[in-house]
């Protein structure tokens, strides 16, 4: 038998119920950490001129757009990344809120790259800003936030590492050897991917400025290159009992152009060292996208769906932190009505209606099924509780389906009675 005619594009997802909640248990946990932190959410439009990309983004990243003329004849983009359009928001209503800025969105972007673990087409994405502080206060706000986060996540110490540079010390260091000005983008592309070259291509693109891997390689080793920024960063995050999960290093750069000062990363520390997390200060970006009409400094950080999820299913305590979680936000109700007897269908409407009406999710057969087929039903739809409307109503009968227990009680008493069986344990009821 043949397959479905149309399936999702290459690198784009279908969200199913489960993957949904597990969406769900990853916007939850970002949005109340950011919350804790005295962040305030806002939202960027999905598609924006393409110039807003071109402007400041540059390298590799201006290569993978999703990009198109619209019917207005207008070059339009849907976003790779939300930096641009904060910008973009900032720079017109900064007049409007008192400052530093502590914002945060959660939206889905779009790559035209090549698909595999940990990477698609479209992602969703935590991005994370401080505007309006140019101190390493600010930087050590946003790094001390990404160690919470991922401490929510259910990681402890040993887990993750996040690693600190500065491209201010990279961009001295390239002046001080001779790298032109308008070549020191492309200098610091060479050292954003040291780790991930081969050595005799590294070798080959740094004699183009008549350095060597053992020139960039010693630049990187030595700890007297931290800046004044990094030793507050880490002074900063010692206090805050977060100076372990911190270290210096200068081979971190990020990918992105509009990258001024500190930058950072968070990785894996025990599988792939891949990247979990990352961002830095952008001082000069809402000026360049306002073209000097507004300018602010602005230092964030951004991590996505894919790579996060990836590392929580792969990590035991993490794992079994979202599975709890799944098991009592992903289920479609938490007590399915069982109508035992066809001629009290109108009492079950009316007994559903009142417990979602008093905040319980619940639900009924919409058709007349055997008992049985309704219990399973009920579990399979991840219910923590079957309540039963048969001949004997008002009297109920309540089944823990996890425990095959039986409780009874009475129609008028419904409400009180199942709300506080719902604080209980899946057990017998409590004394």
């Known amino acids: 038998m043949a397959g479905p005619i149309f399936q999702a594009l290459p690198g784009f997802r279908d969200f199913t119920p489960r993957e949904c909640a597990v969406r769900n248990y990853l916007f939850e946990t970002w949005r109340g950490v950011a919350r804790r932190f005295g962040f305030v959410e806002y939202e960027s439009p999905i598609l924006e001129d393409t110039g807003l990309y071109l402007k400041k983004s540059g390298g590799e990243l201006s290569t993978q757009l999703f990009r198109f003329e619209d019917q207005g004849g207008r070059d339009v983009t849907l976003r790779p990344e939300v930096t641009p359009s904060l910008a973009r928001i900032a720079a017109q209503h900064q007049r409007d809120f008192p400052k530093p800025l502590k914002w945060f969105e959660i939206g889905q972007c779009f790559r035209y ?22 101190g390493p206060s600010a930087d050590a706000e946003l790094i001390a936030l990404a160690i919470e986060t991922m401490l929510s996540f259910g990681f402890v110490a040993g887990d993750f ?53 053992e020139d960039v390689r010693g630049f990187i080793a030595d700890p007297a290159n931290a800046s004044a920024a990094y030793l507050a960063i880490q002074e900063d995050l010692a206090a805050r009992g977060f100076g372990d999960f911190v270290e210096l290093d200068l081979s971190i750069v990020r990918g992105l152009a509009y990258y001024t000062g500190v930058v950072f990363e968070v990785f894996d520390s025990k599988k792939s060292m891949r990247a979990v997390a990352g961002g830095g200060r952008y001082d000069t970006l809402i000026a360049t996208i306002s073209d000097g009409a507004a300018d602010m400094p ?50 079950s409407l009316q007994l559903v209606t009142s417990l979602r009406r008093a905040g319980i999710s619940a639900d009924l057969p919409l058709a007349n099924a055997k008992v049985g087929k309704q219990f399973q039903h009920a579990e399979k739809c991840g219910a923590r509780f079957a309540l039963v409307v048969g001949a004997e109503y008002p009297e109920l009968k309540l089944k823990v389906l996890a425990s095959r227990t039986e409780e009874s009680g009475y129609a008028s008493t419904a409400i009180d009675w199942l709300t506080d069986r719902l604080l209980q344990p899946d057990g017998p009821l409590l004394a």
């Not at 479209?122 to 309006?132: K, T």
């Not at 996040?162 to 491209?167: G, N, Q």
């Not at 599975?323 to 109508?339: G, M, P, S, T």
């Open 298 to 347: 602005v230092t964030g950080f951004a991590m996505g769906d894919y790579v996060i999820r990836n590392l929580i299913e792969e990590t035991t305590h993490a794992a079994m932190q979202m599975e709890v979680w799944l098991q009592r936000n992903a289920a479609a109700c938490d007590i399915y009505v069982v109508v035992a007897d066809e001629t009290k269908r109108a009492e």
């Open 161 to 213: 590492v996040v690693r600190v540079s500065d491209r201010k010390a990279w961009t001295d260091y390239a002046a001080a050897n001779g790298v032109p000005e308008e070549r020191v983008t492309d200098f610091l592309s060479i050292i954003d991917k040291i780790e991930r070259d081969k050595p005799e291509a590294l070798a080959q693109k740094l004699a183009e400025f008549s350095l060597t891997p």
């Open 113 to 134: 790259e090549k698909p595999q673990k940990g990477r698609g087409r479209e992602f969703h994405q935590f991005n994370v800003d401080i505007l309006g502080e140019a």
